[in-house]
């Protein structure tokens, strides 16, 4: 089992920052490939970045490209969305998962841990 838990979400206006983190316990972290994903009012829960169980390869949504930067602290457990510029489209619950299997993933069927969700609200 993995336990998973999302913090830094928050209300934030157009063109600011947040930076979410996943902590991680239970099963060997680095074991695992990492996502997040989110979930807007009225729709489905979509895919934002992924990255390796090593670090070395992250994926993207076009959406987020050059504004959101995914990455892990393996030795804290940690995986860590950075988001800038933000856009009250992004606004969302933000979830982070984990895939016991490489690499890393943009389908949320794949994924096998869940943490609960951290809210970020972008205002206009």
């Known amino acids: 089992q993995v336990q998973l838990a999302e913090s830094g979400g928050g209300l934030v206006q157009t063109g600011g920052s947040l930076r979410l983190s996943c902590a991680a316990s239970?099963?060997?972290?680095?074991?695992?490939?990492m996502g997040w994903f989110r979930q807007a009012p009225g729709k489905e829960r979509e895919f934002v970045a992924s990255?390796?169980?090593?670090?070395?390869?992250?994926y993207y949504t076009d959406s987020v490209k050059d504004r959101f930067t995914i990455s892990r602290g393996n030795a804290k457990n940690t995986v860590y969305l950075q988001m800038n510029s933000l856009k009250p489209e992004d606004t969302a619950v933000y979830y982070c998962?984990?895939?016991?299997?490489?690499?890393?993933?943009?389908?949320?069927?794949?994924?096998?841990?869940w943490g609960q969700g951290t809210q970020v609200t972008v205002s206009s």
């Open positions: 998962a984990a895939r016991a299997l490489t690499p890393p993933s943009n389908l949320r069927y794949e994924y096998d841990y």
């Open positions: 990255i390796s169980a090593s670090g070395r390869s992250t």
């Open positions: 239970g099963r060997t972290f680095g074991n695992f490939a």
